[in-house]
């Protein structure tokens, strides 16, 4: 049974990604734009997996969930999984009226194929935010981890990471570039060194590294498609470690390829 993703976009203006298996299917974030945008993206990933019924999402800021995105999650009727202390964000910052939609949860949940468990990370100040530790069943156990915003990490997290089959982590910025233009929260968001710190304790943590990894959240000012990739090998070439994974870079606008997580 393959386990596919595919990002959706992935920035400040919005983030998206698909994660599913042959009959389950989830939503990770969903924040692609207008309602028009929400809906093709919705109607995009509904073609390649029919039984999609559910979005995870990490946190209440607005490029990750919004009115726009709940009205289109609601009229469809999909359900919106995350934290209860998320689910009470996003009512007081985007209304009662969208209440009904969403789908608090403790410390872990199952939907179809998915065991679904989320540990909170440092981000904004009076945001709960989440990481997702998601393990499909199958004829063999995978793991993703999704790391989309955080200002840094602790060794709980690379913990949650170190056995993963897939990884998608946020790489927001270039310090040279940080330096050169200034972004305001940027001090909110994973540097590319940081994502190449995290990746490389996650990797000698585990029995055997990722099989792909997907950066995500790249700054458009402070950041360039490349640089995260090179920051990576860089890095584990200076603690003389091989990279045995295929990295990726999600594009902000445009749906990626499809991965297979074998």
């Given at each position: 049974m393959p386990l596919k993703f595919k990002s959706l976009c992935s920035g400040s203006s919005g983030n998206a990604a698909l994660l599913w298996t042959k009959s389950s299917a989830l939503l990770l974030d969903f924040a692609p734009g207008c309602q028009r945008d929400c809906r093709q993206a919705l109607a995009d990933a509904r073609a390649l997996c029919p039984g999609l019924d559910s979005v995870l999402v990490t946190h209440a800021h607005g490029d990750h969930i919004n009115a726009n995105s709940l009205k289109v999650l609601r009229e469809a009727g999909l359900k919106v999984r995350c934290h209860p202390e998320v689910a009470k964000q996003i009512t007081i910052k985007f209304g009662a009226d969208f209440e009904p939609v969403l789908k608090p949860f403790g410390r872990n949940a199952t939907v179809g194929d998915f065991k679904i468990a989320h540990l909170r990370v440092p981000h904004a100040p009076n945001y709960c935010t989440t990481a997702f530790v998601i393990t499909a069943q199958g004829d063999r156990q995978r793991k993703v981890c999704l790391f989309t915003d955080l200002s840094t990490f602790t060794d709980e997290h690379v913990a949650s990471a170190a056995d993963a089959?897939?990884?998608?982590?946020?790489?927001?910025?270039?310090?040279?570039?940080?330096?050169?233009?200034?972004?305001?929260?940027?001090?909110?968001?994973?540097?590319?060194?940081?994502?190449?710190?995290?990746?490389?304790?996650?990797?000698?943590?585990?029995?055997?590294?990722?099989?792909?990894?997907?950066?995500?959240?790249?700054?458009?000012?402070?950041?360039?498609?490349?640089?995260?990739?090179?920051?990576?090998?860089?890095?584990?070439k200076r603690k003389k470690l091989a990279v045995n994974f295929e990295v990726h870079v999600a594009a902000r606008h445009e749906p990626g390829p499809v991965i297979v997580i074998k």
């Open positions: 089959d897939f990884i998608f982590l946020e790489a927001n910025h270039d310090l040279e570039l940080l330096k050169k233009f200034g972004h305001p929260g940027s001090e909110f968001h994973l540097s590319n060194l940081k994502a190449a710190r995290f990746l490389h304790k996650a990797c000698c943590a585990g029995p055997a590294q990722p099989q792909a990894v997907v950066l995500g959240h790249l700054s458009t000012e402070c950041n360039r498609p490349d640089l995260p990739v090179l920051e990576i090998a860089a890095y584990f």
